[in-house]
């Protein structure tokens, strides 16, 4: 059957509709891993990948700068987290493609953590290589790659810490829409929970104080403080949660097993 010429058209206009979609797809640069060549970077990596060669790892802190910070806050990273055997991958001017890159090349069969916690995205937003909902992506990807490497994992995503003084700083808008997509997009994804923190950086009139985030992006030793005993108790449940499914599996199959004349009278 000859196709007519207004069929064809609609062929046509439908094939590059779908190219169109697949192109725009590929582009989304916060879902494809990349390195980068600073040479602290690269030491830090592979101090990171020293550690998880010796095995002792179970709970990953996975950012950027943000997260990079709690090296220069030791004592507090000792309270909230050094009971939970951590390591602290959390890398300056990260990305959600960098940190994808970072997990393809380190020795994750070397580990078996049982806790995750993600705080990424900010810097996609703010440099503006990415969209507010492609950053969300490159975030699911995180937590899918996770999933894939450690199925029991327990992993808390924490939306994106607010920026900016005032709400409605350009950059504190675009964090808000990176946040407002992950709901759907983590959505049915096993161990995975996403967290909201953000509201006590701010006060009452939604203003991000300079005593919490003195340059209104980083966090001081009282937002960190903060930030810590926030997720401390989280951290501990999901520990909790990890080994639970073992304890449960030791019991599976026995029954108790009564007499059929059991207190009957």
Known sequence: MLMTPKRFCRCVAGLLILSLAVSAQAA?????????????????????TEQMNKGDVELLLIGDSITHGWDKQK?????????????????????????????????LDKIQPKVAQIMIGTNNIGTKTTTPKEAAEGIAAIVKKLQT?????????????????????ERRKRVEEINSY?????????NVELVDINAGFLDKEG???????????????????YW???VEPLIKAKFA???????KQSRRGQRILRPRNWLRG
Do not use: C, S
């Not at 203003?207 to 403080?225: A, Q, R, S």
């Open 28 to 48: 989304n640069k916060a879902v494809e891993p990349v390195d980068r060549k600073d040479g602290w970077w690269v030491k830090r990596q592979a101090e990171n």
């Open 75 to 107: 004592e507090l990273y000792d309270k909230f987290f050094g009971k939970y055997k951590p390591i602290n991958l959390g890398f300056g001017g990260d990305q959600t493609q960098h940190v994808l890159w970072r997990l393809d090349h380190l020795p």
């Open 149 to 169: 490497q450690y199925p029991k994992l327990q992993i808390i995503v924490l939306k994106v810490f607010p920026r900016d003084e005032k709400p409605d700083g």
């Open 182 to 190: 992950l709901p759907a997009m983590l959505k049915g994804l096993k």
């Open 207 to 225: 203003n991000l104080p300079k005593t919490i985030m003195k340059d209104f992006l980083h966090p001081g030793k009282e937002g960190y403080e």
């Open 228 to 230: 810590g005993g926030k």
């Open 241 to 247: 949660q990890y080994d639970a499914p073992r304890d």
